[in-house]
């Protein structure tokens, strides 16, 4: 694997780059500029820059100057509300769903922490729950963005849960915390020169899979089955009933947990929540989607 410092100038150095051909994945076209050999390994190693940078935030100099504060920031703000996640993946909260019917609280920072991400890496060891959440972020981020290499020898094909509804279902996500996501993720893009063009189709295409509330059972990789997708639990054409009650997750202790966010409007029943106050239901996540890339903010949708 290529070592992350000569990537990142590397990719900087190809920010003045041409416009991405509509026939080539934002994955293949950027591996292509900045690494030349446009395989398995390089795809993977492209992600795992992109990933990995936005969830610690910047950890190499960048020349185009953005600063990425990273998903396990604390005490962020997104759209005037403030936003908490590394509560979700340090421990705090009971909100994993491990298929016992209620959220269970792991330590997804169990491995090294944020050193070995800059170096490239998930994790120090490879039996950790660090590394097994970071490789699947690598795999499934290696879908999102097109690369024609996943699932081929080098790049390894996604060995998680592919309902990123029920995998994230305990945690109770709002339109704040989930832009704040992926606001980190384009940031990120964005700090390796990736073009405002292609912040904006992707940051959409997320907000499109994941963002809008009650959607439909739909299949995120070829030929995989249709299951739900969304992650912020309002939209068009709603199947609300399919998605189940929405509850904060407790403390790991068990004690209840009492968050931060605004209100939002009114929503079908079947998704009230308590995070936004006593019953007030969760809202649009898609609507939401702000990118602040190259110092400009996007509205998409
Ligand atoms: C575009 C948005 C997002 C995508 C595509 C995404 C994708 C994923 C994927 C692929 C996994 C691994 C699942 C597995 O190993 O089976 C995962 C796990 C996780 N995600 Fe997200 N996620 C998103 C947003 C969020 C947000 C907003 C949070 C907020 C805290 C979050 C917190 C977590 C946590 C804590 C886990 C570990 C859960 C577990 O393994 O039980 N994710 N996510
Ligand atoms: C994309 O289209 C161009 C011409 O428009 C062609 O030269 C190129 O081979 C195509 N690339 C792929 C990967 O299909
Ligand atoms: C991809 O190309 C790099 C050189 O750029 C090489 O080190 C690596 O082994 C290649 N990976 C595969 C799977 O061929
Ligand atoms: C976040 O805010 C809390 C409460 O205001 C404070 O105790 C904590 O030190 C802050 N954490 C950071 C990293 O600034
Ligand atoms: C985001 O913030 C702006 C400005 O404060 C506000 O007008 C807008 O309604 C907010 N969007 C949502 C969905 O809360
Ligand atoms: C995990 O690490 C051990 C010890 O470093 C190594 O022998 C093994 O091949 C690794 N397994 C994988 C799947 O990378
Ligand atoms: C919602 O349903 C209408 C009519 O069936 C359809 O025209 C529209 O494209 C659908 N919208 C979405 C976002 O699926
Ligand atoms: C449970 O943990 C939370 C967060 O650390 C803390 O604020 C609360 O006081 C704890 N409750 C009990 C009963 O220990």
């Not at 279902?169 to 292609?198: H, I, N, R, T, W």
Request: charged share 10%; net charge negative; glycine share 10%.
């Amino acid at each position: 694997m290529m070592k992350p410092t000569l990537l990142v100038l590397a990719l900087a150095a190809t920010h003045a780059a041409a416009q991405r051909p509509a026939n080539t994945s934002v994955c293949d076209y950027y591996t292509t500029a900045l690494l030349k050999d446009n395989n398995a390994t390089n795809q993977e190693a492209l992600v795992t820059l992109v990933v990995n940078t936005a969830v610690i935030g910047n950890f190499t100099p960048n020349k185009l100057n953005i600063l990425v504060p990273g998903i396990l920031a604390q005490n962020q703000t997104y759209n005037g509300s403030s936003v908490n996640l590394a509560a979700y993946f340090d421990g705090s909260l009971a909100s994993t769903n491990n298929g016992g019917g209620a959220g269970v609280s792991v330590n997804f920072l169990d491995d090294g922490g944020a050193t070995p991400l800059t170096k490239g890496k998930p994790s120090n060891g490879n039996t950790s729950d660090q590394y097994k959440l970071l490789t699947h972020l690598y795999e499934y981020f290696g879908i999102l963005l097109g690369c024609s290499q996943y699932g081929k020898p080098g790049y390894p094909a996604y060995a998680g849960d592919i309902s990123m509804y029920s995998v994230h279902k305990y945690m109770a996500l709002d339109p704040y915390d989930f832009g704040y996501f992926v606001q980190q993720v384009a940031l990120s893009a964005a700090s390796f020169g990736v073009a405002e063009a292609d912040l904006e189709y992707v940051g959409g295409a997320l907000g499109n899979l994941f963002g809008h509330r009650c959607s439909a059972a739909t299949s995120i990789a070829p030929g995989e089955a249709a299951t739900l997708q969304v992650i912020c639990i309002t939209a068009p054409n709603a199947t609300c009933s399919l998605y189940a009650n929405v509850e904060d997750p407790k403390f790991a202790n068990g004690s209840a947990s009492s968050t931060q966010h605004a209100s939002g409007t009114s929503a079908p029943a079947a998704t009230s929540s308590t995070k936004n106050g006593a019953g007030v239901a969760k809202t649009m996540c898609g609507s939401l989607m702000v990118l602040f890339a190259m110092g400009t903010a996007y509205w998409l949708s």
